[in-house]
């Protein structure tokens, strides 16, 4: 008995639209990152993109438990000395509301090459409207 072994090209690849409104931003990554690897396919092999793309609505209603609003910090560095910039959840909401949720599905995702490009297979999008209408994303509910 041979194992199958799915190569990208013999994957068929679906669209599905999930809607952020109201869902707690550590649940739903992880559903989402499932889904962009094919972990949820009988096809799944580790080393072959086979997962499917998906395009998130409502980001700027996603919601944290607890105090995280206030007390997670997401932080970069400009290179130079003493240059540490942290900004909290609250105000990422605000700036950059598809942040938060690409940043916490892609520290789901390998990290290697794989790993971008099925990150690349995620759209979000702030608001309820979206521009992938021409690929009819089924409704996903997780």
Known sequence: MKTYIA???ESTKKWYLVDAENRVLGRLATQIAMRLRGKHKPIFTPHADTGDFVVVVNADKIRMTGKK???KFYYRH???MGGLKETSAKKMLEKKPEYLLRHAVRGMLPKNS???????KLKIFAGPEHTHQAQQPEKLEL
């Open 7 to 9: 190569k990208e090209s």
């Open 69 to 71: 609003w206030d007390n």
């Open 78 to 80: 400009s290179g130079y």
């Open 114 to 120: 794989l790993g971008r490009r099925q990150l690349k």
